[in-house]
């Protein structure tokens, strides 16, 4: 195993007021692994999601972001894309006007510059994923996202992560929204989709999706900072207590300091 | 015969005043004359078309040529008179040989214009155009192909009689020069006929194209007309839709990309009479470097049109922070009883669009062309449908440009 992805004492705020959302954040992510971070909502999971791919709505202030023991901060968001970086966004956008299957073949090409597959097969494997996460196939005859349901979304976001097999894949709430039988399908795909040299981060609000998607690592995650790790039986007792005990662990951090 | 004559600005309008609007002219020495149309009438054997050429003339030579502040236009001077030919798919009558069914309508059917003077133009001395009528074609497709490095001044008549259908495509290819159409166009609907255009201006940097048409709609007709305006130093069309009679229906789509110094100055105007009419204008377009659009959509339902539908929406993606977008919607409603709406945005990218295609490895610059394709995409997608080349066609200039 080796080191894929380091997150060092992050921090970073929002462009328009200034205000400070990440405020040291550490993660090392090693090949294979898979990463869950829970936290309550407004605690800056997105945020975080969005700074590792170079949003620019947050500046960092310290800290960075190793890929492969380098860092990304200079690279404009393409070119984190293009290494490799993919994120599934909570909400993900709407492009009326770009058809799905032209967007999937195009954001492929990009992504896998020196794969000389023909369109005819990259086309194939895209109706064989959209087959995957049980995404008819109409679909793909529509405009990016647009008129999709919350759940439709989501699944074409997944079905983005197979089909450009990342190195480092965020998935940020891709279990929110979802009735029982699209989270089952949506778990399944990533389960499908995710490799050996493949580092995932999970973010969500809920333990129920790591019951399927099984986490090597649990983060509790708030106020913009990892304020505690452990397994997944941290989710379990997240699950039971509630975000309780992310009140006491920060209520420690602050009577530390 | 009662004539019918149709403009944009009503001087009394209910109890709204609105005060016309006086043009600037300017007299152009090299403007069409006497010896011209009596050098015309002199080579027709067509004594009714004549005539009205002479008629039209007695107006025209009383005005110069407007001053457009928003278009630049700043007069102008007409290019040597010639005749000329204009390819199309199938054999067409040329509006210098119609019959009387035709000179009915160029006799009772009148229209403001762009501007009187270039209505008038095409009516005394126009160089082409056709008379078409829907029974000779029904259910056909005509495809008209107009090359600007020809001074197009062009008269087009078409008769869509009880149940005919017809679908006319006009492709206007333009030049690197400083190519000049200008353009009347009048069309009758009878009774359940159904016409379809598509106006695919493709013009260059320097042309100037001025395309005036005007539709009567009669009971349960039906008309759609694709409008689409690649560059030009000026691109005009006006085009006038009447709904006389009960049921009649007509969409416009007027769709736009304005690049360099150009200028698309639209108008679209909507006038309702019969009950239980429909129609609507869905425009959109793209602007970039300096370029500059007016549209101007105007929906007008009078007295009588009980349950009319009209509706309006207008949007503009600019590109550049020098380009300008300028939309006057307008909806006068003289009758309780209809649904009306409009609405005229101007934008620009979606930043958060745009970050989710670089998510998805597009450069800036590649998710902002997909961004302003994409706004063709729809009209693009539509036009396949009718006509898999045109929208081929489209497509690659679009791409090519944008
Ligand atoms: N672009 C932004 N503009 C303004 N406020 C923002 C922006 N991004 C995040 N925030 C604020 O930062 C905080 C954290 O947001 P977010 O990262 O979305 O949290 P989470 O994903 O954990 O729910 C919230 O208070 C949110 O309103
Ligand atoms: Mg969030």
Known sequence: ????????????????????????????????????????????????????????????????????????????????????????FQAPEEINGVKMRQFLMNSYRNIHENDDSTALKISRNITSFAETVSMDNEFLDRYVNTGFSGGEKKKSEILQMGLLNPYITI????????????????????????????????????????????????????????IKTGDFQLAKDIEENGYSIVKELAGLTADGE | MNTVYEKPTVNVHGDLL??????????????????????????????????????????????????????????FDPKNYKKINIKTNLPLINTESAGIEAMEIL???????ADRKFVLMSDAFFNSGFYINGKDYNNKEIVINYDLNENIIENTIIKMPENTNLRIIRIING?????????????????????????VNILGENDIN?????FDLKENSSLNIFDLHISGKISSPHIVVRFSEKNAKANIKPYFLGYGNTVTDMLYLMRFYGKDTFGSINGKGVLKDTAKSVFRGFLDLKKGAKEATADESEYTLVLSEKARAEAIPSLLVDENEVNAAHAASVGTINEDKLYYLMTRGFSTEEAKKLISMAIFEPFIDEIEQLHPETAEVIRNVIISKI
């Open chain 2, 210 to 214: 001025i395309d005036n048409e005007f």
């Open chain 1, 171 to 226: 998935l940020d709430e891709i279990d929110s929204g979802l009735d029982v039988d699209a989270l089952r399908i949506v778990a399944e795909s990533i389960n499908k989709f995710k490799t050996a040299q493949m580092g995932v981060i999970m973010i969500t609000h809920y333990q129920r999706i790591l019951n399927l998607v099984e986490p090597d690592f649990v983060h509790v995650y708030s106020n913009g900072q990892i």
């Open chain 1, 1 to 88: 195993m080796s080191v894929l992805f380091e997150i060092k004492n992050l921090k970073a705020k929002i462009v328009e007021d200034g205000r400070m959302i990440l405020n040291g954040v550490n993660l090392t992510i090693n090949e294979g692994e898979v990463h869950a971070i829970m936290g309550p909502n407004g605690s800056g999971k997105s945020t975080l999601a969005n700074v590792i791919m170079g949003s620019s709505k947050y500046e960092i202030t310290e800290g960075d972001i190793l890929f492969r023991g380098e860092s990304i901060l200079g690279l404009s968001t393409d070119k984190r894309a293009k290494l490799g970086i993919f994120m599934s």
């Open chain 2, 175 to 199: 030049t690197k020069n400083d190519g000049f159409k200008n353009n009347v166009l009048r069309g009758v609907l009878e009774k359940n006929s159904s016409l379809t255009i598509i106006n």
């Open chain 2, 107 to 113: 006799g009772v059917y009148d229209f403001e214009g």
């Open chain 2, 18 to 75: 609105m005060v016309e609007h006086i043009t600037e002219r300017i007299n152009s020495e090299k403007d069409y004359n006497k010896d011209i149309i009596d050098n015309i009438i002199k080579n027709s054997e067509n004594s009714d078309l004549s005539k009205i050429r002479l008629f039209k003339f007695s107006e025209y030579e009383k005005l110069g040529f407007p001053v457009w502040k928003r278009a630049k236009l700043n007069g």
